[in-house]
DNA sequence: GAACATATCTTAACATTGTCAAGATGCATA
DNA sequence: TATGCATCTTGACAATGTTAAGATATGTTC
C-alpha cells in the first residue's frame, strides 16, 4: 500500500521514484511491449498527466530506469573484482558478474540495452551511467596487458570490446530469447557461463 | 511508384509481400519504435484494415520481416562457408558473415532478435528459420571437434554458444547503439571485427 | 454465360495511448 | 498574511491497434 499507491497527500511525496518503482513492475509484467505511462500512473494513484512534471515524455522515464540499472551493474561489477587481485581470476569474476546481472535483472537488462526501441544512448545520464559501469572491465584489462595500452591503442580497445562482446552476446541470448527458446536450455544457465567463461577465457591472453 | 504504391486493381495482387517491403523501409525511417501499421497501410495505398487479411496482427508482420531475415542470414552464412574447407577459416569467415550482416541489415537485425519488444520466438516460423540460419556454425563446430559431440555433449554446445555469443555480442553492441556512441568508433566496424575475431578465434580452440 | 462462394478490400467505430493546455491546490518564503 | 512556485487534476486532441459489417472482385460450377 504505502509502496505502490498514492498516500492521502495532494502532493505525492516523492512520485518520481515511485513511478520508476512502478515503471519496473509494469514490465515485469507485461514486458516492455505492454508498458504504458497511463498505467504507471494509474498503478501510482496519479492522473495520467501528473508523470509529466518529472519525466519531460514516456522515453526519460526509461532512461532514468536504465540509469538505476547502469548504477546497479556498477556495484555489481565493482564487488565482482574486488573478490580477487589476480587480473586473470578478476576478468573471469567481472564476465559473470555481467551475464548474471542480466538473467537475474531482465528488466533492467532490457530497458538498458534495448529500451522503447529508443535511442536511449544519446541521453548523456545513460551514457555516463554505462561508462562507470564498463570501467571495471577495461580497468581490470589493463591490467592484463600494461603495454597494450601504450603502443597500440587499438589493440587494447579491440581486447575491451572482445570481452564485452563475449558476456553481453552471451547475456542478449539469453534475455531476448533465443537461447532459452533452444534446447541448450538444458543446461542452466549458470553452469553454462562458467563453461563459457572457462572455455573461452581460460587459454591464453585472458 | 509500382514499387511502393498500389496498384489501379481493387485486389492488390500481391499486398502481402509490399506490406513485408514497406515495413522495412519505414523502419529504416523512422525506427521500430516509430513503426506503425496504419502508416504501412497508408503507404501500400490500402486501408487500416487491409493487412489484417494477410497478418493476424502487427506482430505477426514483423514476425514475417524476422523470417525473410533469418533467410537471408542463413543465405549469407552459407554463402561464408563455402568459401573456405579449412573449419578454422571457415569459423572466422561465418562469424565476420554474421557480424556484417547485423551492420549492413541493422533493420533486419533488430527485428529478429528485438521485434517489437514481442516474444517472436514462440513462433515456430522463426524458431525454425533461426535454427537454419545456426546450423552452418554448428557443422563448422562438428568439423572442428570430431570427438567433442560425441563423450560430453554439453561442451560441444558449449563451444557452438562461446562462438554465437562472442560474434551476436559484437552486433548487438553496434547495432544497439552503445559501441558506436562510444569513441570505439574511431576503429571502422569491419577492421574492429577482423581484430576482435583475430584475437578471440585464432588462441586454440578456435 | 449466369449464379454463387470465397478471398480481398473498405468504411466506421471502439477503447486506449502519449501529450498538452488551463486551471486548482498545497508549500515555502517574503 | 500575501505571493510565487512546484505539483497535481481535468479535459481535450490526434493517433494507434483492432474488430465488425458491408462492398467488390475472382474463380468455380452449372
Sequence with gaps: MAETGRTDKYHHGDLRQTLMNNCLKLIE????????????????????????????????????????????????????????????????????SYVMFAVNHKVYFHVMFRANNEPLWENAQVMNAAKHALSHLENTIRELYPEAEKGNSSHFQAAVLTCWSMVHGLASLWVDGPLRAAESGKLEIEKLIDLILGQAMTHRSF
Design 29 to 96: 509484467d507485461k514486458g516492455v511491449s505492454g508498458f504504458t505511462l497511463r498505467e504507471v500512473a494509474r498503478i501510482s494513484g496519479v492522473s495520467a498527466a501528473a508523470p509529466y512534471h518529472h519525466f519531460r515524455n514516456k522515453t526519460e522515464l526509461l532512461a532514468a530506469v536504465a540509469v538505476m540499472g547502469f548504477k546497479m551493474l556498477d556495484e555489481a561489477q565493482r564487488k565482482a573484482s574486488q573478490q580477487f587481485s589476480n587480473p586473470g581470476h578478476k576478468l573471469k569474476a567481472l564476465g559473470k
